[in-house]
């Protein structure tokens, strides 16, 4: 079975810095591209990043561009997301997500559960 | 950025009967559209992927349809686990857009 598990959430003080794991198993982790999405309180899913299989293809949202940094070890089955300059509207569920493919150019599936990031002094 | 907009905000539907949920991209995303299931506490689930394919394990009774930039998911007969909110989102570009979603409630 697909499992995704993330960890690292909490609450923070703007301007200080987090750092998001997603745990991999019951798939080949090196072969699949993956996301962080996230879904502030009681709003909608907001794609935040994407990596291809062996980090060659990145890409980030706008509102995260030059603060977020998303990166993976093929060898520990983990997906990050390191978050710098963290903002109240950063303040969300962030969600890990599968592509369907190498490359960041599919669809998502399965999701974890969620880690709970609140920004806030 | 393509931006997803689905109609309407908020559907309700009698147990039975048909759901129309509609998605429109701001720019052709080809067949490169995906719908996503989220019931309250709970992960999004993949239903659709490629505008019309199920995702294993997902009923008949939910369809796909559309390609370019105008697409609708059907459920044909709403059953009490159905109701729940659903995205739309376009996977032909960067960044990956999600529509801000339909809530399928009671009626």
């Known amino acids: 079975e697909v499992q995704l598990v993330e960890s690292g959430g909490g609450l923070v003080q703007p301007g200080r810095s987090l750092r998001l794991s997603c745990a991999a198993s019951?798939?080949?982790?090196?072969?699949?591209?993956m996301h962080w999405v996230r879904q502030a309180p009681g709003k909608g899913l907001e794609w935040v990043s994407g990596?291809?299989?062996?980090?060659?293809?990145?890409g980030y949202a706008d509102s995260v561009k030059g603060r977020f940094t998303i990166s993976r070890d093929n060898a520990k089955n983990s997906l990050y997301l390191q978050m710098n300059s963290l903002r109240a509207e950063d303040t969300a569920l962030y969600y890990c997500a599968k592509d369907m493919a190498a490359a960041p150019k599919g669809w998502f599936d399965p999701w974890g559960q969620g880690t709970l990031v609140t920004v806030s002094s | 950025e393509i931006v997803m907009t689905q109609s309407p905000a908020t559907l309700s539907v009698s147990p039975g009967e048909r759901a129309t949920l509609s998605c429109r991209a701001s720019q052709s995303v080809s067949s490169n559209l995906a719908w996503y299931q989220q019931k309250p506490g709970q992960a999004p689930r993949l239903l659709i992927y490629g505008a019309s394919t199920r995702a294993t394990g997902i009923p008949a009774r939910f369809s796909g349809s559309g390609s370019g930039t105008e697409f609708t998911l059907t459920i044909s007969s709403l059953q009490s686990e159905d109701f729940a909110v659903y995205y739309c989102?376009?996977?032909?570009?960067?960044?990956?857009?999600f529509g801000q979603g339909t809530k399928v409630e009671i009626k």
């Open positions: 019951g798939f080949t982790f090196d072969d699949y591209a």
């Open positions: 989102q376009q996977y032909n570009n960067w960044p990956k857009t």
């Open positions: 990596i291809s299989w062996n980090s060659g293809s990145i």
